[in-house]
């Protein structure tokens, strides 16, 4: 994630804190201190024995990571919990754009934040200052990413059983990457004229399914779904058998695939199997808010789009665990053969006191490519001392 880790350590030393940054590749070694940095070069079987020795030897009492389903982050998360120490997650913001995530044992399906919604029927809402823009630079983040997976790639000899949770190759990644820009602007000159007919003609007559990227363990680890062809198969054949016919499918590819992985001709050839081919619409980069407006209802696994188009007042089923996924909320208790004709609006008090909730206890107003929450903080002094 870039430097945010590396500040994050800076700020907990500047406070008094004792820090060590474990580094698993020559990727962390170049964004992390000099003079705490410990490197672990051992096989992946070791890892459990190393990680409890250091843990013990040097009394640590907090742990943070990012993410908590890769290998060595798993390994930590039930070491911690067996130690009786706090351990601390950062991932991507559930409220986009101007949050990262840090929870307490674990995010996502992990989670500790309720799920009952009597628990937040009977709170009182929680009112939460308005965010400052974040402002994420995508600049910096392909940077970033293309001088870690340099840097570790270039170096990998120095450790030599390091096992990455994904596809590990620099040059694959450069390759996707530029295929990704070029897409990005090729893709406008294809897809611009499908927007005036969602906002017109099919408004509020086609289902938005939100694809998720093809590895991410929202899919792999907290759904029953071993591909997104597996996912996409499922609903046409569901919609096929169930929507009426004046109904539409649109699917939308996740922009971090963009240059990785393109569903148009796997969706078009099921279709043209369950007969449907002249209602689905496939598209990548139109506008997410405007698509969501326009929608009559979402279908996801369990992609963060889901809570924003409940923000929306969109009908929502999830077919794999969300941390959203709240009767009353959601089409929790129904089936996706019968959503399609008997979905339900979101309850948006319910709605608005659980995202509420959420924030409070869950989200840090920052990017991990942009302002770094302190530097919020700051700003927010600024603004407010320079408008008096």
Not at 39 to 64: C, N, Q, T, V
Not at 104 to 119: M, T
Request: overall charge neutral.
């Amino acid at each position: 994630m870039g430097d945010f880790f590396r500040r994050l350590d800076t700020l907990f030393r500047k406070r008094g804190a004792r820090t060590y940054r474990i580094g698993l590749n020559a990727g962390d070694r170049i964004f992390s201190h000099a003079d705490n940095y410990i490197a672990y070069r051992g096989r992946p079987e070791e890892w459990e024995e190393f990680l409890r020795d250091f843990l013990e030897k040097r009394s640590i009492d907090k742990i943070f990571l990012f993410g908590d389903c890769r290998f060595y982050q798993g390994v930590a998360v039930a070491l911690a919990k067996e130690l009786n120490i706090d351990l601390f997650v950062f991932e991507l913001g559930y409220v986009r754009p101007d949050y990262v995530t840090m929870e307490r044992y674990g995010v996502n399906d992990y989670s500790l934040v309720s799920r009952d919604p009597s628990f937040y029927r009977e709170m009182e809402l929680i009112v939460n200052p308005e965010p400052i823009p974040a402002r994420p630079s995508r600049f910096k983040m392909l940077y970033s990413a293309v001088l870690y997976y340099f840097v570790a790639n270039l170096f990998s000899f120095r450790y030599p059983y390091y096992r990455h949770h994904r596809d590990f190759s620099a040059l694959r990644e450069a390759f996707y990457g530029f295929r990704g820009a070029l897409r990005k602007l090729i893709y406008p000159f294809f897809e611009n004229r499908y927007m005036p007919l969602l906002k017109g003609r099919y408004s509020k007559r086609y289902y938005l399914v939100p694809l998720q990227t093809h590895n991410d363990f929202q899919v792999l680890q907290h759904s029953d779904y071993l591909s997104i062809e597996k996912f996409i198969i499922e609903v046409i054949e569901s919609f096929s058998k169930n929507a009426d016919d004046e109904s539409f499918l649109l699917f939308k590819h996740h922009p971090v695939d963009r240059g990785r992985k393109n569903y148009r001709e796997f969706i078009t050839r099921q279709a043209e199997i369950y007969g449907v081919s002249e209602r689905i619409f496939v598209v990548h980069d139109l506008y997410l808010p405007t698509l969501l407006e326009h929608s009559r209802a979402v279908v996801t696994i369990n992609s963060t789009v889901g809570l924003t188009a409940l923000g929306f007042g969109i009908p929502t089923i999830t077919l794999g665990n969300a941390i959203y996924d709240i009767e009353g909320i959601t089409c929790r208790a129904m089936k996706l053969d019968d959503f399609w004709n008997s979905y339900e609006e979101p309850d948006g008090a319910l709605y608005e006191k659980y995202v509420n909730y959420l924030i409070y206890k869950t989200q840090l107003n920052g990017s991990f490519y942009g302002l770094f929450p302190v530097e919020l903080e700051s700003e927010k002094m600024y603004e407010e001392s320079d408008s008096l």
